[in-house]
């Protein structure tokens, strides 16, 4: 086991005073069995002073893939803590029950897949089968990488059009990567488009498209500027890095920035604001906000994870929809708004989030691509 950190060593010393709330008191007992590795109860309180030291002496020299990940607070009096390797999950409010499994079969995660739509309507559905130059328009080659990466290179300039335009599309249970050809980089989530010139060349600026969510490294160039248009606001920038979510299922659209600087204005113009690193801009319906964020839970999907901070269950399960390409139906008496905090990896099959998820009390049925929610006592 690693050395402590700060935060690890405070929670334990808290622990050994007295001083945890019940949620870092169930954390810390996790700790404590995953050392001991029996499922020997944690020693009553008039030991309490044993179990730091045995904790971390009692674990494995080699066995890092369980180094927990601590502790953000949770505010709920009643919370469970569910550990897994793939990943940790905090459920608030709830009370723990004994996991069911109601999945009929798995479901697999996204794939890294798209359809490229090219200026002459010519649809090119880019499988893991297909690489290589896929198609030369206006002056530039469009090339799948070994990677898996969409990639445009302008080959002859002097024969660019400006009005050549291609669309790169995700569907639900899809992602994908592509470099425009000016540099910049684009990360495209599931059930997502991104509509852009062939060439910037000859453009006062770079204009693209988008719907659904989308994580950018814009390239530099101060006299091109930057933009990306969405349903109801267009983003301005020189070069930087930032994630725009605007999902039509969603209720809000928000724009988080990560490195860099970025002009975000309404459709019709009504309010502008710059946004700072670690801003995040929401816009809900005509009103624009501003706040300081955890940008990681805003790009979290494209590092492979999901990321939950006090998420209702009808916005997580939106996600896990998107990208594992299935429907979601509640039953009566399911509390939608119910929230969870913790992170799981995108990369593994539906059952491990599911799993996770009925130890809240909630117990899922998986019958073809639908998702039945109900609770437990049902």
Known sequence: MDKLDEKQEELLRKYQDGTCSPEETVAVRYLYNLASA??????????????GAE???????????HRLTIFRAISAAAAVIIMMGTGYLWVQNKTAVPNEQQVHHDIAPGKNSATLTLANGKKIV?????????????????TKAADGQLIYEIKDQQNSDPKAVNQLSTSRGESYQLRLPDGTMVWLNAASSITY????????????KLAGEAYFEVAKDKKHPFLVTTIQQQIRVLGTEFNVNAYPDEPEIKTTLLEGAIKLSLEEGSQNRILKPGE??????????????????AIDWKNGDFVFQSEPLTSLMRRVSRWYNVSVIYANGVDKEGTFTGKVSRNQPVSVLLKALQSAGLKFEVIGNKIIVKNQST
């Open 38 to 51: 029996s499922t020997e109860e944690v020693p009553a309180r008039e030991n309490d002073e044993q179990v």
């Open 55 to 65: 904790i971390w002496s009692r674990l494995p020299a080699g066995k890092k893939s």
């Open 126 to 142: 880019l499988t893991s089968d297909v690489k290589g130059e896929l198609a030369t328009e206006s002056g530039v080659s469009i």
């Open 197 to 208: 010139p062939v060439s910037f060349s000859n453009a006062s600026s770079r204009e693209v």
């Open 280 to 297: 995040q801009a929401t816009l809900a319906g005509t009103q624009l906000s501003v706040s300081t964020v955890d940008v990681e839970q």
